[in-house]
């Protein structure tokens, strides 16, 4: 039965695609943030990459500014996550098929950022989180071009 027609539908359809676009939105904030995130590490961990001094010269004392960019970051991927959890309407089956990658990462997040507070290998842990922020970005990139440019896998859903 279709029911595109009827009132009904058609607020429900306004409504998937209101979700869709406050998904994009978030998906375009979380690169935003991990834009902010990769120009802290380079800013403040340069020793890492076998640098002497910082690339960009930003006052120490803004560090601890950047050490909330991950926090924000977990906030919007589990909003986004909700969101997402919503468009494919609350149906886990297929949430986690097409959305694992974005639950084990948001996971990760408060999993990994107390080690850094307890001091364990502060090199690995900035490594680590790098790597995962990095292949998070890829994955944000490569959404934020299939909704602009090649059009949106879950439309039929």
Same mark, same amino acid.
């Given at each position: 039965?279709?029911?595109?027609?009827?009132?009904?539908?058609?607020?429900?359809?306004?409504?998937?695609?209101?979700? $869709?676009? =406050?998904?994009? /939105?978030?998906?375009?904030?979380? @690169?935003?943030?991990?834009?902010?995130?990769?120009l802290?590490? !380079?800013?403040?961990?340069?020793?890492?990459?076998?640098?002497?001094?910082?690339?960009?010269?930003?006052?120490?004392?803004?560090?601890?500014?950047?050490?909330?960019?991950?926090?924000?970051i977990?906030?919007v991927?589990?909003?986004?996550?909700?969101?997402?959890?919503?468009?494919?309407? $609350?149906? =886990?089956?297929? /949430?986690?098929?097409?959305?694992? @990658?974005?639950?084990?990462?948001?996971?990760?997040?408060?999993? !990994?950022?107390?080690?850094?507070?307890?001091?364990?290998t502060?090199?690995?842990?900035?490594?680590?989180?790098?790597?995962?922020?990095?292949?998070?970005?890829?994955?944000?990139?490569?959404?934020?071009?299939?909704?602009?440019?090649?059009?949106?896998?879950?439309?039929?859903?």
């Open positions: 039965m279709d029911n595109s027609n009827s009132p009904m539908g058609s607020t429900h359809q306004n409504q998937h695609a209101k979700l $869709k676009k =406050l998904s994009k /939105f978030a998906d375009t904030s979380v @690169l935003f943030l991990l834009v902010i995130f990769f802290g590490f !380079l800013v403040f961990d340069y020793e890492i990459f076998g640098l002497h001094e910082q690339i960009i010269a930003i006052p120490h004392e803004m560090e601890v500014y950047f050490e909330f960019v991950p926090w924000i977990f906030i991927l589990v909003f986004d996550l909700f969101l997402k959890y919503l468009i494919v309407e $609350k149906n =886990l089956k297929i /949430f986690f098929q097409h959305y694992w @990658l974005d639950v084990v990462i948001a996971a990760l997040i408060p999993i !990994l950022l107390p080690l850094k507070f307890m001091k364990m502060v090199k690995s842990f900035k490594i680590i989180k790098t790597g995962k922020f990095g292949y998070k970005a890829n994955q944000k990139i490569g959404k934020i071009r299939e909704h602009f440019f090649t059009g949106d896998k879950t439309k039929d859903r």
